[in-house]
Each structure stands twice: as structure tokens, then as C-alpha cells.
């Protein structure tokens, strides 16, 4: 291309983005939630349906939503900030908490909104829009969740934050002095952080003297630990149409997060992408805008999953490792086994004997016990459990989230010593109906 033909297109570049910036309204709000400045970009039309867009932790903030905003704006009144805390707006030693957050996000949704709008986030903003909704639902047209953040109980997240690597999580921007002190204080979650000052994660963020003291004014790691330590309690009472959109590979929020979301959210449902991460609106672009449109303008129909009853009598027995596995047998044994994963299984009993399973949407339904775990690590997830004892357990851990147990005597039963850490997960007895969101060490011959 000849120097002059360059020259051109790089003056036609510079207009475009120019006219772009001038068609938007940029301005900063003071808003008095966490007493900061917001960073607020408005495009298009007001009397045209209402998006806004809730991003993640990063101080890239609502920059990621760019090439969404190209898209929408001519056709749609599209809002987008940056949260206290992160890109243009303030910084400080607030409390960056999703339901703070939520509170910051209505007061620009009532200054600037008039009508039910659709609500998009991604990562810790898909939390903080899953709390908005929890809190606000009547204002919500349709919620979009992108790799979610959250949900997972804080010392079932901790151990996946260890297994991939706390830097993924924490602005690797940050002073090397403060990514070691908060590397080693979220590596150490599973251990009983609150040893290191003597109080609970959940004061410490809400706390303004234990925040400063611990964090300062990393907002980034204030905002994580926000994060971890929220509770969603009142997400099953989410009823506006809702999808949920997942990186097949995301090695910062475990994808089972979105079997979770979709489990609990009665109008819902969860589409994942190949071969994309964590961030799959940058990732897989072209993926992600596509169920962006179909976001907007097509009916979200939840995907049920497998009811098929079995009719198979057998008992199988599987010594395997590494694998997935779609059950069809009446009682599954599994022996020895490492990493198995079970996917969509409709069982009448699992016993499960020195291996480390993972079982996901699945449904086992038992006269006595549903689940026998020995001396194993048992993941559960999105399932439906029900026995006269729901799950038996013999020297194991157990990791359980979105799980109803539905027992007509116990729910879980412990022999010798067990772990077990619930994610919002349901235990349904003769008498009684409460979710559990907690860690506990069962002794011999406790029960749930």
C-alpha cells in the first residue's frame, strides 16, 4: 500500500474512534454508597431498551466491554462504569463487597433508568448481578452471566484458587510486596485464615479499621475476599430469564460454578464455549457476540437435563482413572479410581471405595443409602440425592454445591472422621428444609 494510501487509513481510523468517543456521554458521578467517583460512559438513545454491563476484577475494568458497546449502541441505550475500586474511578480502603456493589449499581441504575433493562456481567460482576437481581428483580428484563465469580463456599474455592495458582486471581499489577502478603493470605484460606488476626474473613472486608490494617488500599484483594466471603442464599428465588454463558477451560472460576448457577436459577441456562477461558468476551469474541444477539432477541428455554429413568439391573463396577463417565447401571462401585468424573448419571446407589470422584447433574434415588463414600474424596455438584440416608461417609471428604439431599432419616451420616464443606446446598429431612453454606468436620456417628 502505497505512504499516502497508510496515511489515509490511519486518519480514517483516528476519526472513527474520535466520532465514536464524542457520541458517547463520559462524565464521572459521585455516588454515596462507598463515597466514591464513578467513571460512567452512556451510549445511544435512552428511549431505546436499556443494557448495562457489570465487569470483573482487573483495572482493564469496562474496557472489556468496548467491542459490546460497538454493537449494541446504535440500537440500544447502553450504560457501562468503571466499580469503586478499579479503572477510572476511586480507589481506597472501602468495602468492596457484591452486595455494596449492588447498592452502588442501583443508584446509577435509578439516576440514569427508567424501565426494566437487561443485566450483563462477567466474572465478579455476573456476582454482583446475581445479587442485584436477588435484591432488585422487578428492575431486571432478562440477566446475562459470564463465568460468574462466587457461589462456591470460600473453603471450596480456596482449594481450586491453590491448584491453579493465586496470581490468576490477584492484579498481577499490585507491588510485589503486597501480591506475597495476599498470595500467602488466600493460600492459606483452607487453613483457617482468621488465626492470622483473630477474626473471621467476613469482618475483615466489612470492618473499616481490620480492612485497613490487613489490605491497606489494595482494592483488588479487598474486592476478592468481598467476593469469596459473600452468600447467595436467595439465588434459588431468581426468576427473570436468565443465560449463562462459560469458557470450557476457565482456570480462574471452575465451570462447575455454571452447573451451580443453572441448577438454582429456575429460568435459565448455561451454554459453554470450546476451547475459551475465563474471559471468552475476548477469547471467543465472535462466540460470545453471537449469544450476545441471541441474548436479546430469542426466548432463553432452560435445558433439562437427563431424567431418563434405568431400567438396566446390573451392578457395575469401574477401576478407572482420568475419565468421564455417563452411568446406565443401578449400582455403580467405583474402586481405586482417581479423577473420575460421573456426568448425567440416574443411579439407584454409588459406592464409592479409595478414589476421588466428581459427580455432576445427576439424580441417585435409594430405599436406604444413596451414596456410600470409603476413604475417598467425593465432589458433588447440581445433583439431586435422595435415601433414607442420603450419603454415607467413612474417612472421606465431601465437597457438595447446588445439591438438594433429600433424606427420610439422615441426610449425611458420618463414620470415623469426614470433611465436608456445603455450597449452598439443600437438606430436605422429615421435619425440616435449610440450606447449608459452611465447612464441618463430622466425627464417628454424626449426622446431618
Not at 465487569?55 to 469503586?84: C, M, Q, R
Not at 477474626?199 to 470492618?207: A, G, H, K, P, S
Request: with cysteine.
Amino acid at each position: 500500500m502505497p505512504y499516502k494510501m497508510k496515511t489515509l487509513s490511519k486518519i480514517t481510523l483516528f476519526l472513527i474512534l474520535i466520532s465514536s468517543y464524542l457520541s458517547a456521554n463520559i462524565f464521572y458521578i459521585d455516588e454515596p454508597v462507598l463515597n466514591s467517583k464513578v467513571y460512567m460512559e452512556i451510549h445511544g438513545d435512552k428511549k431505546n431498551e436499556a443494557i448495562v454491563f457489570v465487569h470483573g476484577l482487573g483495572d482493564e475494568a469496562s474496557t472489556i466491554w468496548k467491542d459490546s458497546v460497538e454493537k449494541l449502541k446504535e440500537n440500544y441505550y447502553v450504560i457501562i462504569f468503571d466499580l469503586p475500586g478499579f479503572g477510572k474511578s476511586s480507589k481506597s480502603s472501602a468495602e468492596y463487597t457484591p452486595e455494596k456493589y449492588a447498592l452502588v449499581l442501583d443508584y446509577i441504575v435509578s439516576k440514569y433508568i427508567n424501565k426494566p433493562f437487561y443485566l450483563i456481567g462477567h466474572s465478579m460482576g455476573g456476582a454482583i448481578s446475581i445479587k442485584y437481581t436477588t435484591l432488585f428483580e422487578n428492575k431486571i428484563k432478562k440477566l446475562f452471566l459470564i463465568n460468574s465469580a462466587g457461589i462456591l463456599h470460600r473453603d471450596a474455592y480456596g482449594e481450586f484458587l491453590i491448584k491453579v495458582g493465586v496470581d490468576k486471581f490477584v492484579d498481577a499489577k499490585e507491588s510485589d510486596f503486597l501480591n506475597t502478603k495476599i498470595t500467602n493470605f488466600m493460600s492459606k484460606v483452607t487453613n483457617g485464615l482468621n488465626k492470622m488476626v483473630n477474626v473471621d474473613l467476613y469482618t475483615i472486608v466489612r470492618n473499616d479499621e481490620l480492612r485497613q490494617l490487613v489490605f491497606q488500599k489494595n482494592s483488588t484483594a479487598i474486592a476478592a475476599i468481598g467476593l469469596m466471603t459473600e452468600v447467595f442464599f436467595d439465588i434459588n428465588k431468581i426468576n427473570v430469564p436468565t443465560l449463562i454463558l462459560w469458557g470450557e477451560n476457565d482456570d480462574v472460576v471452575p465451570i462447575r460454578v455454571g452447573y451451580i448457577l443453572n441448577k438454582l436459577i429456575k429460568n435459565s441456562n448455561l451454554e459453554v464455549i470450546k476451547n475459551s477461558g475465563h474471559v471468552p468476551i475476548l477469547d471467543s469474541k465472535e462466540v460470545y457476540l453471537n449469544y450476545l444477539d441471541k441474548f436479546l432477541n430469542k426466548e432463553i428455554e432452560k435445558k433439562e437435563k437427563n431424567q431418563t429413568k434405568v431400567y438396566s439391573k446390573d451392578e457395575k463396577t469401574i477401576i478407572a482413572n482420568n475419565t468421564k463417565i455417563n452411568c446406565n447401571s443401578r449400582i455403580l462401585k467405583i474402586i481405586d479410581s482417581k479423577n473420575l468424573q460421573l456426568n448425567n448419571c440416574n443411579l439407584e446407589k454409588l459406592i464409592i471405595v479409595n478414589s476421588t470422584v466428581s459427580l455432576i447433574d445427576s439424580n441417585i434415588n435409594s430405599d436406604n443409602v444413596a451414596i456410600s463414600a470409603t476413604n475417598s474424596i467425593l465432589n458433588i455438584t447440581s445433583s439431586d440425592i435422595k435415601g433414607r440416608i442420603a450419603i454415607e461417609l467413612n474417612n472421606s471428604k465431601l465437597d457438595i454445591a447446588g445439591t438438594n439431599l433429600v433424606s427420610s432419616e439422615i441426610s449425611i451420616l458420618s463414620k470415623g472422621i469426614n470433611q465436608v464443606i456445603f455450597s449452598l446446598t439443600t437438606l430436605i429431612g422429615p421435619i425440616t428444609t435449610k440450606v447449608f453454606h459452611k465447612k464441618v468436620t463430622m466425627q464417628n456417628n454424626n449426622k446431618f
